[in-house]
């Protein structure tokens, strides 16, 4: 049974309100959730993998901008993601998490067309495609996002059953991609998703079924990327010699 998540209990507003002019937290899901949706993708790298843009976030600060978008339109265009592109890496604090699953997808593509192997920029990809569900990362960092944020991240976290509940439902947000204009057209559905899904937030209406569909857009849209990948330039890197399994 779905629990309702309600936010009547906000008595750390006066503690937690000098992070609305903060820069706001990296991390989207936990590291569980991340994984979960790398593995329920069907995508066949590591899991772990996804969990290493949270990694260099903490080292680096700056990359933190890749995780989050706080576009102030009514939805999300595909001229909108494309004018994020360029900002990949940048430091541009609106932040550029469309442009960054772009950006990351073209990596691995071009990685894939060298004969190389793709596995840690995919792991960036999977991170930023799990990024794009989470209604709190494409939303203005306000009050609200600061006392919530943590909350959210973790809203299904322990969920033993989270891949295969994950799984169940990714099918129905399997996008058919022929190319990047069609990635454009995936990535503003899935933000558009979560957008929507931060309306549900602010009126206590958000449950774990709902946190459930968001995650599976993720799995889909990652699913449908790595066939574009594969179709486009098939896997020919040699094996690791370095590990065993070579992620």
Known sequence: MDKRYFFGRLGLGLLMGGLVASARPAQAWFDRTHMAVLEASGAPYLPCLAVAPDVVALKLPRYKLNHFSNLVTPSVSSDQILEQVARYDGDDVRGHLYGAVVAAYRQVLAQRQQGRRAAYAFGFLAHYVGDLSQPLHNSVYDEFNAQQHRLIDGFVDQRQDLVDLIGRRKDAYLPTLGGEQDLLVAIANVANAARAADLQLRAGLFT????????????????????????????????????????
């Open 208 to 247: 774990e079924n709902d946190c459930l569909e968001l995650l599976a857009r993720s799995a889909g849209l990652l699913q449908g990327i790595h066939r574009l990948v594969e179709a486009a330039a098939p896997d020919t890197s040699s094996p690791c010699k370095m590990c065993n399994p070579c992620p």
